[in-house]
């Protein structure tokens, strides 16, 4: 057999190849393995454990000339936690791993701890362990959280029903325009180093891309109203992509509406500026980390009439299929973009 | 107050700064942070949760002209269970996060992963999440391992006896060895590409550098004895160093001998061939993966007169010093030698 590239295969792709793999179960305390947001694993008789891990690294998933260390530290822990909140737990410890070039100083590591201790106390949980080692090129981030779910609200991708109503936190596309933002700046600067950033109008989506929150807000308030979705996901690759999860994964399809999308205004003017599409940037722009679920009709009429931070954008079905209904009502196929990084 | 550079405070150093920030606890389901080999969280009424972390990055931790692929993933899990073993656990799960540069193939993936499974077989645990992204420069790894421990058997460094007798599994220095010989042979190697390497010889010390395993067997034989060791480290640094955490930790001194040393007679040779000292090997050669532990002496002989494998080199005392009594009767101070990266 010709052997593949990496590239050729695609992130989605090498995972399913490495889930086949591990398929059988060696210990009695797995409950589920590879697949979901987290894996979930035997605690007591109540709850829980949750497990979900990630790496971030230098010149792929951030960039030095404009992410301050403090603001990295803290998004190395919000956007892994997010993922324990996703399958409607909580989260409670963290360890970090990080590989250092000598080109940073002990100040620098410093910065980048103070943002973690920000978000450790922010979402009451503990740095508990790591390793740090040195890396020939830039820094490296590794980043496990550790988790518990009550086992009647564990909420999975897989479980989605039939007409169930998709509901999404927040709004959509901002990080991905912070993150133009930046690039267009920093572009401007090797230019021409003594203009300065003009990043004030941006504030917003700059906050989002290089500071986003987790959703643990969501999370508390469902547990306040009792409602349990029957799916769940945290939007790290792009609403399409994590949307396409819940469906191949439930077997089901979706039927979303473009007019329906969260987008803020100040995204939208910022889009039109840079020639971006704003419904692009909210299916396939990625780092949201708002949580997309769905709910029954009548959960979600609970939520609308107490005013949770939700939009419903649109339903499952029972055909396969994952359409966009656009607003001069054409109907487009959703499509998949992880991250393609080989 | 000036910077420091990461080189001038060492991994020790750093570790240590990082611990003092994050003292305080925010979640009440911690047990013991940062500052063994595994965090402690409280899992049920019997028992503990135990997780642990750790990174290798190629050129840094390993040689992929020398180390193949299935022998690393091997060595990946190893090396990171060994952390649960030595709080007197058992590992259940593992996650591992890979950062991957574009040179490497689909195949070169799955002989990682073979390795992996492997390992997960061997020691009846499962790899349960991860993440693959890409790297600039080579493969990065991060591996988390996950566990559980009953209450009253938790081993800490922190809490041995004066008059303890320390004991360590297997040999020593055997790994540090065939680090020296793939080295040696590496470098004949890219003077005359012709030469094939010459490492039958050598299997011994070679296997255990490059596909260690882990004291699963050991733990297994002290609960079987029903003995639980005052205190206890795997031996990743080098046995000094390890030693040290012990002693610091617990407030003691030790007093080991020279003569007590388990170190192979293959090693011995092999360490004269190469001009080494065979007692800095073991001292401070590092990646054993052995497991350094305290006892009283009534369990020191129950584990001597079952013929478990291992050996007393010496005992815990009320000073604090920590000492090796040369074979030829001189005492010596032992220095950490942890890994010197940046």
Not at 6 to 14: M, N
Not at 79 to 99: E, H, K, P, R, V
Not at 192 to 208: F, G, R, T
Not at 310 to 327: A, D, E, P, Q, R
């Amino acid at each position: 057999m010709k052997d593949k590239s990496l590239e050729s295969i695609g992130e989605f792709g090498l995972i399913d190849i490495i889930k086949k793999k591990f398929n059988s179960k060696n210990n009695d305390s797995l409950i589920i393995g590879i697949g979901d947001d987290a894996a979930v694993i035997s605690k007591s008789k109540d709850d829980y454990f949750l497990i979900s891990s990630d790496m971030l690294v230098e010149g792929i998933h951030f960039d030095l000339t404009y992410h301050p260390l403090k603001h990295l530290g803290y998004k190395s822990v919000t956007t892994n936690i997010s993922d324990i909140y996703s399958m409607n737990g909580f989260a409670n410890q963290i360890t970090i791993n990080l590989g250092l070039s000598n080109r940073f100083s002990l100040n620098a590591i410093e910065e980048f701890y103070k943002g973690v201790k920000i978000a450790c106390e922010e979402y009451n949980i503990d740095l508990v362990g790591g390793d740090t080692t040195s890396s020939k090129t830039g820094l490296i981030i590794s980043v496990s959280a550790i988790g518990n779910v009550l086992k009647n609200k564990l909420t999975l991708r897989k479980t989605a029903k039939k007409n169930d109503i998709i509901c999404v936190s927040g709004d959509l596309g901002r990080s991905y325009i912070g993150l133009q933002i930046l690039e267009r700046e920093k572009s401007v600067f090797l230019t021409n180093p003594e203009m300065q950033p003009e990043l004030s109008n941006y504030s917003d989506s700059i906050e989002k891309q290089l500071k986003p929150k987790a959703r643990k807000d969501l999370i508390e308030k469902l547990s306040e109203f009792n409602i349990i979705p029957n799916s769940m996901i945290d939007i790290s690759d792009g609403l399409a992509s994590d949307l396409i999860h819940l469906s191949v994964q439930s077997n089901l399809g979706v039927k979303i509406y473009e007019e329906k999308l969260p987008i803020l205004k100040s995204t939208i003017l910022t889009a039109n500026e840079l020639n971006l599409n704003p419904t692009t940037c909210a299916l396939n722009g990625g780092e949201d980390y708002e949580l997309l679920f769905s709910v029954n009709e009548k959960d979600y009429n609970m939520l609308k009439d107490n005013d949770i931070d939700i939009t419903s954008i649109g339903y499952f079905t029972s055909n396969k299929k994952c359409n966009l209904v656009s607003k001069e009502g054409a109907t487009i196929g959703l499509k998949a973009q992880g991250w393609k990084h080989f």
